[in-house]
Nanobody, 123 residues
């Protein structure tokens, strides 16, 4: 099992930036891909971005492409989500997740989850 802890959320004005971090511990060698998801009030959890530990391959949802960047630091076992040009519709709880295998966009394909960090974008 992999333990995940997100940080970096907060309140930001539209057009601003935030960087989220996800620190992984435990059996990190058992995970090969990491994903960021978000869930707004009254909405289903949705995929944001994913990355592989080995090659750093990335995959983005269309809604964030060009504004968000996912990256990883293998030495720190940490994945980041740099968010720029934030919009009020980006407001949500952001979760990171781990899985064995290639990148996927379905939340049910990830086995380990963090507790989430709140991101609020004011207009």
């Amino acid at each position: 099992q992999v333990q995940l802890v997100e940080s970096g959320g907060g309140l930001v004005q539209a057009g601003g930036s935030l960087r989220l971090s996800c620190a992984a511990s435990g059996r990190t060698s058992s995970s090969s891909a990491m994903g960021w998801f978000r869930q707004a009030p009254g909405k289903e959890r949705e995929f944001v971005a994913a990355i592989t530990w080995t090659f750093g391959s990335t995959y983005y949802a269309d809604s964030v492409k060009g504004r968000f960047t996912i990256s990883r630091d293998n030495f720190k076992n940490t994945v980041y989500l740099q968010m720029s040009s934030l919009k009020p519709e980006d407001t949500a709880i952001y979760y990171c997740a781990a899985r064995v295998g290639s990148m996927r966009s379905g939340s049910d394909e990830y086995s380990d989850w963090g507790q989430g960090t709140q991101v609020t974008v004011s207009s």
